[in-house]
């Protein structure tokens, strides 16, 4: 084989690779959608604290939260994990924040009263929604474990 033939086989064969990639990418074959990353600051608070939470969006999916529930705190038991009960939401549960791909978002918020053990946050999300359409959770965040005292 000659030198021309070789070069010609290896861009062809780049070129191939690099169409693979790309409609694979386009086509979601490649996607990373359990990169996502939800932390408190702290592993233990009192009853009260503030919390501070990161959100990190490595993967490839916008998520959407709702405007009512955005967050739920669960509360380790022999049952496994429970929700602390919420009161009905007042308004329309709409999509009301969006974290976009390779993103960040930080929130906090005063801790209520909770009974001392393991806790975490449960983040209800749609994926790919719309802003202001009816909220329809898809999927769950959870955050890091951390302890109330």
């Not at 030198?3 to 693979?20: H, N, S, Y």
Request: proline share 2%; aromatic share 12%; hydrophobic share 40%.
């Amino acid at each position: 084989m000659e030198i021309k033939e070789k070069v010609l086989t290896t861009i062809i064969v780049l070129f191939v690779l690099i169409l693979i990639v790309v409609i694979g990418s386009n086509l979601g074959l490649f996607r990373s959608s359990g990169e996502v990353k939800v932390f408190t600051d702290k592993q233990d608070y009192q009853a009260e604290d503030l919390l501070k939470v990161q959100i990190e969006n490595n993967s490839d999916d916008v998520f959407c939260f709702s405007s009512c529930y955005p967050y739920y705190i669960e509360r380790e038991s022999e049952k496994g994990w429970e929700s602390y009960s919420y009161n009905e939401c007042s308004s329309d549960d709409l999509v009301d924040k969006c974290l976009d791909v390779r993103k960040e978002k930080a929130f906090q918020f005063t801790l209520p009263s909770l009974k001392k053990g393991l806790h975490r946050l449960a983040i209800p999300v749609c994926v790919s929604c719309n802003l202001l359409e009816s909220f329809e959770q898809e999927e769950w965040l959870y955050s890091n474990e951390f302890i109330i005292k």
